[in-house]
């Protein structure tokens, strides 16, 4: 006998909506992971953490055709079927499985064939119904067949409830249970429905006979519930309000707000099943079946969705939350198949420095949610009066230096909290290094904030803030952030600029901390103290997204981030009739001066020292890239290119993908800069998050090969074992790489001013067929050398003026010709157009 194996089971396509939880279906035809009951590294209580009440040994799908009886997976016999005593009860030989998120295909491969579409509804723009606790299985097959699926009920010494039909699961648990006051739901749409339950799997020969099974209720440890024909539905529903916080707060989900229990989950998404299907369907063809670049791009864009059903938080009031990353180690989950990465060991939601990678994909398909996370982070910033305020004012040297002479003389400061806060102001107005404005880092598991350290957080904050009002054309959410984005870069100018530019100061990454310390590991609580007495400031202020890359001094990343934040926020300013403006245009000629090599941005350099470091990182332009879906720019063209083009010649590696950095001379797993410390692997790893943005940076520079030869790397790595859809970093299921939905745009070349109502259209090939996903509307848009052509299937969009490669030749909306004229090379329509579904424009060259 000969097998030929292939592990592809390491990740699938998380089941559920937006905050509710998931189960994740495999390419064996199994459900892993159910965090539907808030538990996992859903809930955060540390009792119940990594307890999955149900796993993938919990639920089947078994079929029965012309007398013939098989389990609908590809993994052994089980559920009571065995080669000996029922040698007939067996899995299927084979499945193929076709991963698409939002929606998993599989065909079953025996004596007969059963395939299976399933999905939760996902519609951009539709919060409520992409934000359903629901998962439907709709199987199909050309004979009539009889279909069971089956469940251990979650709950100890639970209840099956069978109502028409409809399976329902329940029981008594503690209120502290995450389970508690919860149910889930079953509900089969086909023929000759039945439901029962069952403490033994002793049921195989009636179903093998009759074909159904007698229908009842009671306490059982597993519920049963099929249907006939050749096309039956599955509605699996659920119903778990108890979220609850480490702090005790129950924060419950979004869906209590239209639901009272799975049954009316059910009732709704079987009433609703058509549009549900339809939209979510659509999506996922416009999505998948591109024209003009080869498949396995817009399988590779997609496959990243899932970070949206398996690691979001949506709470009953709104409160919207993504992890940066699953907390995953064989070491700490029995049943766990992430071995490579730990990942944060409580919540780590909206980590801002990560965010600016990905937040591009969260606007466009639910805005709403893009506004949530700014608007939550609002009023998080160090304020004045705070005990935040307080601390981070006296990591300042030069705070702590005055803040010591005071209390010599008044001893009592520390102890009075009036006295203190008055102390610290005057302080702090007198050396002008006021922390005031620093915004966080991430929320925690009892949704305040973990800290303020990073330098990077100040413009990627503005800037995502700047480009969410900006693409939604959302002048009112503009001005609700703009005086916390202009304390963020005035916070940052009075604390940590030099010459125009961020300046990094030590201790300026985890390594240095760490080398630091182990230099002093023999003394008393050396391993925590050491690195900030021999730094310059309290506390590592100079952290940025590199967090174990130590930089010093005026470095690439930070610099062009910077700039393109000061940009932004003058074209906020401007938008807001404000006269509040400020010179980049000087730091540009720092930025040039410091770290401008002649082919790409030095790493770092120290201008008070003289330290250099000459390597060059792949993140580095991501500053250049916000200006660029921003449609603005600092830096000449030859300059971007040519830094895009050492990106690639140094960072990009065979059999290994782009890493984050490397040096022209080919030095690797050391630094070749004065600070005399290690390297970590952070340097000399590839991180998908950073590749996507970065060959969306290529694709929209025109450079197409380039960018495609970088998304290649990515998909090569991360097809194997199955994790195409668990893209790792600190973390499984990590959330830098949601920017994958960047490479549309890139191709499009879309960038869109929700204030003028400007729609710019730029492709990067010469024939385009692609999904179209701005803030306001999704549909199709087509490009050749004689068209383009936009069909809207969702939302609306709002057009005044057009900038386009060429002049076209004529322009129509819905077959109805439109005037327009041409001023400083763009078009400006006769009129505002205002798309819905199911019209197009179309422009002739």
Aim: proline share 4%.
């Amino acid at each position: 006998m000969k097998y030929t194996y292939s592990y592809v089971l390491d990740s699938g396509i998380p089941l559920g909506g937006i905050g509710t939880g998931s189960v994740e279906i495999r390419a064996d035809g199994r459900l892993y992971e159910w965090t539907i009951f808030n538990n996992g590294g859903y809930a955060e209580r540390q009792e119940i953490r990594y307890t999955y009440y149900l796993d993938e040994m919990s639920s089947f799908f078994a079929a029965r055709q012309k007398d013939k009886v098989r389990v609908l997976q590809a993994f052994d016999y089980y559920y009571g079927g065995n080669p000996y005593t029922l040698p007939w009860l067996k899995p299927v030989r084979q499945t193929e499985f076709i991963g698409e998120p939002p929606i998993a295909y599989l065909k079953f491969l025996d004596d007969f064939t059963i395939s299976m579409k399933a999905f939760s509804p996902f519609i951009p723009l539709d919060l409520k119904n992409s934000s359903l606790p629901a998962v439907i299985f709709k199987m199909t097959s050309e004979d009539v067949t009889e279909f069971l699926m089956g469940i251990k009920n979650p709950f100890n010494n639970g209840k099956v409830d069978f109502k028409e039909n409809t399976l329902v699961l329940m029981g008594e648990t503690d209120p502290k249970d995450p389970r508690h006051n919860g149910n889930l739901c079953i509900r089969v749409l086909g023929e000759d429905v039945f439901g029962r339950y069952t403490e033994r799997f002793d049921f195989w020969n009636e179903f093998r006979g009759k074909g159904k099974l007698e229908s009842k209720s009671g306490n059982g440890n597993y519920g049963i519930i099929g249907g006939r024909g050749n096309n039956v539905t599955f509605i699996l529903t659920w119903y778990f309000p108890n979220h609850v916080l480490t702090n005790g707060e129950r924060i419950g989900h979004f869906y209590e707000n239209f639901f009272r229990n799975c049954e009316e989950v059910a009732d709704y998404v079987e009433l609703n099943m058509d549009y549900l299907e339809h939209k979510t369907t659509l999506f996922h063809d416009l999505l998948y079946n591109v024209k003009g670049i080869e498949s396995w791009i817009a399988d590779l864009v997609g496959s990243q969705l899932t970070t949206l059903i398996k690691t979001t938080w949506l709470g009953k009031d709104g409160f919207f939350g993504i992890w940066e990353g699953y907390f995953n180690t064989a070491e700490t989950r029995k049943n766990d198949s992430f071995p490579y990465t730990g990942g944060p060991v409580h919540t780590a939601l909206n980590t801002i420095d990560v965010l600016t990678y990905s937040i591009y994909t969260i606007l466009v398909l639910f805005p709403e949610l893009a506004k949530r996370i700014i608007l939550q982070f609002k009023d998080k910033i160090i304020r004045e009066g705070t005990p935040e305020h307080i601390i981070y004012s006296l990591a300042f040297e030069e705070n702590r230096v005055k803040f010591l002479e005071k209390v010599l003389k008044d001893p009592s400061i520390p102890t009075n909290y009036n006295k203190l806060v008055l102390t610290i102001r005057e302080i702090v107005k007198e050396t002008g290094k006021d922390p005031r404005g620093r915004v966080p880092h991430f929320f925690t598991d009892s949704l305040r904030v973990d800290e303020y350290h990073r330098i990077d957080l100040n413009p990627e904050f503005v800037l995502m803030w700047y480009l969410i009002s900006k693409m939604t054309g959302d002048k009112e959410f503009l001005k609700s952030v703009y005086e916390e984005a202009k304390e963020a870069i005035e916070s940052t100018i009075r604390t940590q600029t030099f010459n125009g530019l961020i300046y990094h100061t030590l201790p300026a990454g985890l390594e240095w901390i760490r080398y630091v310390n182990s230099l002093f590991s023999n003394l008393p609580r050396g391993d925590t103290n050491s690195s900030f007495l021999l730094g310059i400031n309290l506390i590592p202020l100079s952290i940025q997204t590199y967090d174990d890359w130590s930089m010093l001094g005026i470095t690439s990343f930070t610099s062009i981030l910077w700039i393109a934040s000061l940009q932004a926020f003058n074209e906020a300013s401007k938008i807001l009739n404000i006269k509040e403006k400020y010179d980049y245009e000087t730091s540009v000629k720092r930025l040039l001066e410091y770290l401008w090599n002649g082919e790409y941005f030095d790493l770092w350099y120290d201008p008070l020292s003289g330290f250099r470091d000459k390597a060059c990182n792949a993140s580095q332009l991501l500053g250049h890239w916000y200006a660029t879906l921003l449609g603005f720019k600092f830096l000449e063209d030859e300059i971007i290119k040519s830094s895009l083009r050492a990106i690639i010649k140094y960072n990009l590696k065979e059999d290994e993908g782009l890493i984050n950095g490397a040096y022209p001379s080919g030095i690797r797993g050391r630094y070749d800069n004065p600070l005399n410390i290690p390297a970590t692997i952070q340097m000399d790893s590839p991180w998908s998050g950073v590749e996507f943005y970065f060959a969306s940076h290529l694709i929209y520079e025109k450079m197409v090969k380039e960018g495609e030869e970088v998304l290649k790397g990515i998909y090569d790595r991360y097809k194997v074992a199955g994790n195409f859809w668990n893209h790792l970093e600190w973390g499984s299921h990590y959330l830098r790489p949601l920017s994958s939905i960047t490479i549309i745009a890139a191709y499009e070349g879309i960038r869109y001013d929700g204030f003028t109502k400007t729609l710019t259209i730029d492709p990067a090939v010469g024939e385009l067929e692609w999904i179209l996903l701005l803030p306001t509307c999704w549909g199709r848009i087509k490009v050749n050398e004689n068209i383009i052509n936009i069909k809207i299937y969702h939302g609306k969009l709002d057009i005044i003026r057009l900038i386009l490669p060429k002049i076209p030749r004529e322009i129509r909306i819905n077959n109805m010709k439109i005037d327009y004229e041409v001023k400083e090379n763009e078009i400006v329509l006769n009129r505002e157009i205002l798309l819905g579904e199911n019209e197009i424009m179309e422009l002739s060259f």
